[in-house]
């Protein structure tokens, strides 16, 4: 266990709707990132918060967007669903904001599913 | 641009015997790290091993040790006496100092046959 936790486990949904995955890092963990790993594109890096500011983008959609809360707990949210969309989304938290010194933990994943 | 490529596909082994996954990567950075995750059928992310780029000794942890030859910039991972629970998918990643992300490698996937 990462100590990294994210819900829901599993999400079915219909194009054109809007999910909300959620996000929380180990204790003590300032950074979280999320990623998407779909068959066709491996694993790739969405984005970056740090202490609940944006750090780093990555191969992000204009129709994903993601937020850091206060406490900490991040959530990514999904708008104007595709099927391409279907993916795992992995979150991962690291303890700095400085990434390559750091080790990233990562959470189990949510299994989204687009019909 | 920062690249990992992990050239097998797929590989097989036998249980209790050795195997060596490839990884090598492509940097204009001198600082570094340089990781390998494992992926088992349940899909967590695990990290298996690091290394850091400065040093000179390879990492080990218990059963997984890794072949880090910087200046071919490869990154192997040798899993000693193989056992069934490490069939999973193994990914190579990368973390530079100049690199706002972590960049995997498309993954070798590994089958521990009894």
């Known amino acids: 266990d990462s100590g990294v936790t994210q819900t829901p486990k599993h999400l079915i949904t219909a194009t054109g709707q809007r999910v909300t995955l959620r996000c929380s890092p180990r204790?003590?963990?300032?950074?979280v990132y999320w990623y998407q790993q779909s068959l066709d594109q491996g694993l790739q890096f969405l984005i970056q918060?740090?202490?609940?500011?944006?750090?780093a983008k990555g191969n992000i959609l204009e129709r994903f967007s993601a937020q850091q809360f206060p406490d900490l707990h991040s959530e990514l949210n999904l708008s104007s669903l595709e099927l391409g969309d279907s993916a795992l989304y992995f979150c991962?938290?690291?303890?700095?904001?400085?990434?390559?010194?750091?080790?990233?933990?990562f959470g189990p994943g949510t299994r989204l599913t687009v019909l | 641009a920062q690249t990992v490529t992990q050239s097998q596909p797929e590989m097989s082994v036998q249980e209790a015997e050795t195997v060596t996954l490839s990884c090598t990567y492509d940097?204009?950075?001198?600082?570094?790290?340089l990781f390998w995750y494992k992926q088992p059928p349940s899909r967590q992310m695990i990290l298996v091993i690091r290394?850091?780029?400065?040093?000179?000794q390879n990492a080990t942890e218990n059963r997984f040790s890794v072949n880090f030859q910087k200046a071919a910039k490869s990154f192997s991972l040798k899993i000693s006496d193989s056992q069934l629970g490490d069939t999973a998918m193994y990914f190579c990643?990368?973390?530079?100092?100049?690199?706002?992300?972590?960049?995997f490698g498309t993954g070798t996937r590994l089958q521990v046959f009894p």
């Open positions: 990643a990368f973390w530079g100092y100049n690199t706002d992300k972590l960049i």
């Open positions: 991962a938290s690291s303890p700095d904001s400085t990434g390559y010194t750091d080790t990233q933990y």
């Open positions: 204790s003590g963990d300032l950074s």
């Open positions: 940097t204009s950075e001198s600082n570094y790290y």
């Open positions: 918060y740090y202490n609940g500011e944006e750090r």
């Open positions: 290394q850091e780029a400065y040093k000179q």
